[in-house]
């Protein structure tokens, strides 16, 4: 059989490459806010307290965070086609157990292997998508992946919704089911394999990531109930903290850290990460919050608490890929700068105006300036990051950047229940709002750090005319273009 030329193979891996990895991403997106809608009813139906309801986002957040990097690592030395289909096939079966559990334990064990699961996928398509497409292609690439990630952002609070509404909680999670039974299979023909540099997983560091983050997150859900000066809650977090300081100590010293933390050193790639973090930070704390406000505090039905969310996660579908777009011209400081301070002053305008017989037209459009600015920081972001590497890196750092974004998210769901938490918040709409408007206000402090961080990442590099430029009369067309070696790969 005759080879397929390179100029036709190209596009056709391109287009497989952006379309299987979108699916990829999307279903586990999806999966990180589909349960906001669900909460009030998982409360009543397994009998869930607030702290229940934390760890049925949490589990799934906390072990996506602490695994994304072996993730990452797993796919360079293994193959990152394969270790995609491994974690697809992972995801999967994680989302049925959720759909088959008879309690909320066993609930919240099934989201943290769906959390593991996610973690081999979600930095594989960002990282798939880098190795198909050249550098002057690869921003509106990742805007379109960020545009899906949007869509699943948007569809999470509707489907979950109107599946517990119209069928039961157990069916949100059968929905990933047929999903991954067909992405599987596609994957693993239409991908193009690729290795990075084949580096020995840091399984030290993983436990002791695993465990200092497991001991902050314990401490501040467990405040709501024990308090914050009892020793449950104090020894949790001292513990904690030391173990995250025990595992930078290791990082430093690791022959193949999961955590290149020389890569922090680059300015940009700094920047854009902890931009990343209190952006995730602020949003998931207040869509934590926000579903349950309105079922709660309002009474709305949960398939009328996500329609109303989709004026704040329905932006991204648009916007995203237009960022990115843009970003290739302008730079991206401009966009993530911009985007976090929409997303702080949306959040800061519904603190403001919250109130249980609210009508919805102010507070949509407050939700909406919040969208958009969520938005433009969704591939800008994740571009910066990608740009601010070597060629070999991009596994990693794009590891890296997911984890600090499910981290920040995690962070964000703990403090702000924490700050909500009051007696009686439930039962009283009136407890209930004052609860969450204080919750609010802090999502708006965490964002606006995020502004003043996102400021650090560099302006855009203009390129230069090469001195020898004037030597070569050819024209450009016929100049031949070079680029940098990929990795090893097999088609």
Same mark, same amino acid.
């Given at each position: 059989m005759?080879?397929v030329?390179?100029?036709v193979a190209?596009p056709?891996?391109q287009?497989w490459?952006?379309?299987?990895?979108s699916l990829g991403? $999307?279903m =586990?997106?999806?999966d990180?806010?589909?349960?906001t809608t669900?909460?009030p009813v !998982?409360?009543t139906? !397994?009998?869930?307290? !607030?702290?229940?309801?934390e760890w049925t986002?949490?589990?799934?957040n906390?072990?996506?965070?602490?695994?994304?990097?072996?993730?990452?690592?797993?796919g360079?030395?293994f193959g990152r086609?394969?270790?995609?289909?491994v974690g697809l096939a992972?995801?999967?079966?994680a989302?049925?157990?959720a759909a088959?559990s008879p309690t909320v334990?066993a609930?919240?064990a099934?989201?943290?292997?769906?959390?593991?699961g996610?973690?081999l996928?979600m930095p594989?398509?960002l990282?798939?998508i880098s190795?198909?497409?050249?550098?002057?292609? #690869?921003g509106?690439?990742?805007?379109l992946?960020?545009?899906?990630a949007g869509l699943a952002?948007?569809?999470?609070p509707?489907?979950? %919704?109107a599946v517990?509404q119209g069928?039961?909680?157990?069916?949100? $999670?059968w929905? &990933?089911?047929p999903?991954g039974?067909a +992405?599987?299979?596609?994957?693993?023909?239409k991908?193009?394999?690729?290795?990075?540099?084949?580096?020995r997983?840091d399984?030290?560091?993983?436990l002791?990531?695993?465990?200092g983050?497991?001991g902050l997150?314990w401490?501040?859900v467990?405040?709501n =109930?024990?308090?914050w000066g009892?020793?449950e809650?104090?020894?949790?977090?001292?513990?904690?903290?030391a173990?995250v300081g025990l595992f930078l100590?290791? @990082?430093?010293r /690791?022959p =193949?850290?999961? !955590?290149?933390l020389a890569?922090? *050193?680059r #300015?940009?790639?700094?920047a854009? &990460?902890?931009?990343?973090f209190?952006?995730?930070?602020?949003?998931f704390?207040?869509l934590?919050?926000?579903?349950?406000?309105?079922?709660?505090?309002q009474g709305?039905?949960p398939?009328?608490?996500g329609l #109303? +969310? +989709?004026?704040? =996660?329905?932006?991204?579908m648009?916007? /995203?890929?237009?960022?990115?777009?843009l970003a290739?011209?302008?730079?991206n400081r401009?966009f993530?700068?911009?985007?976090?301070?929409?997303?702080?002053a949306?959040l800061a305008?519904?603190a403001?105006?919250?109130?249980?017989g609210l009508g919805?037209?102010?507070m949509?459009i407050?939700?909406?300036?919040?969208g958009i600015?969520?938005?433009l920081?969704?591939p800008t972001?994740? &571009?910066?990051?990608?740009?601010?590497?070597?060629?070999?890196?991009?596994?990693m750092?794009?590891?890296?950047n997911?984890?600090?974004r499910?981290?920040g998210g995690v +962070?964000g769901?703990a403090?702000l229940?924490s700050?909500f938490a009051?007696?009686?918040?439930?039962?009283?709409p009136?407890?209930?709002?004052a %609860?969450f408007t204080?919750a609010?206000w802090?999502?708006?402090?965490l964002?606006?750090?995020?502004?003043?961080?996102?400021?650090a990442?560099?302006? *855009?590099?203009?390129?230069?005319a090469?001195?020898?430029?004037?030597a070569?009369r #050819?024209?450009?067309a016929?100049?031949?273009a070079?680029?940098?070696p990929s990795?090893r790969? @097999?088609?």
């Amino acid at each position: 059989m005759a080879a397929v030329p390179t100029s036709v193979a190209r596009p056709a891996l391109q287009t497989w490459t952006l379309v299987l990895a979108s699916l990829g991403v $999307f279903m =586990t997106a999806l999966d990180t806010l589909v349960v906001t809608t669900a909460l009030p009813v !998982l409360r009543t139906s !397994l009998h869930g307290s !607030l702290a229940d309801l934390e760890w049925t986002v949490n589990a799934y957040n906390l072990c996506f965070a602490c695994s994304l990097l072996t993730g990452a690592a797993l796919g360079d030395r293994f193959g990152r086609r394969r270790m995609y289909c491994v974690g697809l096939a992972v995801f999967t079966t994680a989302s049925a157990a959720a759909a088959l559990s008879p309690t909320v334990g066993a609930l919240i064990a099934a989201r943290a292997v769906q959390g593991a699961g996610a973690a081999l996928v979600m930095p594989l398509t960002l990282t798939l998508i880098s190795e198909a497409f050249p550098a002057g292609k #690869r921003g509106m690439a990742i805007g379109l992946w960020g545009g899906i990630a949007g869509l699943a952002v948007a569809a999470g609070p509707v489907v979950g %919704g109107a599946v517990v509404q119209g069928l039961s909680w157990h069916w949100i $999670f059968w929905l &990933n089911v047929p999903i991954g039974l067909a +992405l599987i299979p596609l994957a693993a023909r239409k991908l193009r394999e690729s290795f990075g540099p084949h580096p020995r997983l840091d399984v030290r560091g993983l436990l002791l990531a695993g465990a200092g983050f497991f001991g902050l997150t314990w401490g501040l859900v467990r405040a709501n =109930t024990v308090g914050w000066g009892s020793v449950e809650v104090l020894g949790s977090l001292v513990a904690g903290a030391a173990v995250v300081g025990l595992f930078l100590w290791w @990082e430093r010293r /690791a022959p =193949t850290p999961m !955590l290149p933390l020389a890569m922090f *050193r680059r #300015r940009g790639f700094a920047a854009a &990460n902890g931009a990343s973090f209190f952006l995730y930070a602020g949003l998931f704390g207040a869509l934590f919050l926000m579903a349950q406000f309105f079922q709660s505090a309002q009474g709305l039905t949960p398939l009328q608490a996500g329609l #109303r +969310l +989709l004026a704040w =996660t329905a932006a991204p579908m648009v916007v /995203a890929p237009l960022a990115g777009r843009l970003a290739d011209r302008y730079g991206n400081r401009p966009f993530v700068v911009l985007g976090l301070a929409l997303q702080g002053a949306g959040l800061a305008w519904v603190a403001a105006i919250a109130k249980p017989g609210l009508g919805f037209a102010e507070m949509g459009i407050a939700l909406a300036i919040a969208g958009i600015g969520t938005s433009l920081v969704f591939p800008t972001v994740a &571009n910066e990051v990608v740009a601010s590497v070597d060629g070999e890196d991009v596994g990693m750092a794009a590891g890296t950047n997911s984890a600090m974004r499910e981290l920040g998210g995690v +962070l964000g769901v703990a403090v702000l229940a924490s700050v909500f938490a009051r007696p009686g918040a439930y039962a009283s709409p009136t407890v209930f709002v004052a %609860g969450f408007t204080s919750a609010l206000w802090v999502g708006v402090g965490l964002t606006a750090v995020g502004v003043l961080v996102a400021s650090a990442i560099p302006p *855009r590099k203009r390129l230069a005319a090469p001195p020898s430029a004037p030597a070569d009369r #050819r024209p450009a067309a016929l100049v031949p273009a070079v680029e940098p070696p990929s990795h090893r790969a @097999e088609p």
